[in-house]
């Protein structure tokens, strides 16, 4: 079945709105994020991957802003170990409520749990994977360093935090090329500069990125004995902490 054409800002809004994981967005989140992340899909495959190799027997596995359970399908499919779990965490009942269906659909036996909740009020517990793919950019900034030592904590001993983020860059000259590259990559996949500017105003308070070197610096404050960045493409990143 063809995915419905993101044309959420395609055209003039007479006043601008904070972006929302709504009904709305749900419905056309496949297409936007296939068309706005660069490599989306080969970071969701490799993520399985790396979820495969770490995974230990009878622990869990979470999926932290989970939206429609890209990243669940894919640890579904990648994890050998017996007796794991994965736990599948969002804010947004429509979001919860759309990858209840599709993972319904698919024919993996690894048993998702799914919680609408904040994911900064879910307990981590005897986890030996878990990911945020672009999440933690949509967390109050204050908040961020408690949820990543909560994660830590939670983590047995070599178990992996895969984290994913859109980056900002301290000079000025870099941040740019990469803003203007991503925004290309979107023009490439048929957004408008129309689309693109409405788009950038609405998240303008509600993704709030940092730089690779202070997300580095909260995982090593954690605890985390070993972090590297594993994908990069424009200004978004893929990192893998291990405990």
Known sequence: MAREKDKLYAA?????????????VVSVFPDMIQRSVPGY???????GTLAGR?????SHCYDLGCSLGAVSLSLRHAIQQPD???IAVDNSEAMIAKAREVLTDDSASVPVELQCADINQ??????????MNFTLQFISPELRQTLIQKIYDGLLPGGILILSEKLAFEEPQVNQFHIESHHNFKRANGYSDLEI????????????PETLSAHQARLTQAGFSFVEKWYQCF???SMVAIK
């Not at 899909?41 to 993520?47: D, R, V």
């Not at 770490?54 to 009878?58: H, S």
């Not at 500017?197 to 709030?208: C, D, H, M």
């Open 12 to 24: 003039p809004l007479q006043q601008m709105v904070d972006f929302r994981f709504d009904e709305r």
């Open 41 to 47: 899909a080969t970071l969701i495959s490799n993520i």
């Open 54 to 58: 770490y995974v230990q027997a009878g």
């Open 84 to 86: 794991c779990t994965i």
């Open 122 to 131: 879910v307990g981590i517990e005897k986890a030996s994977v878990v990911v």
């Open 197 to 208: 500017s409405q788009k950038r105003s609405a998240l303008e308070k509600v993704l709030i």
């Open 235 to 237: 200004n978004f990143v």
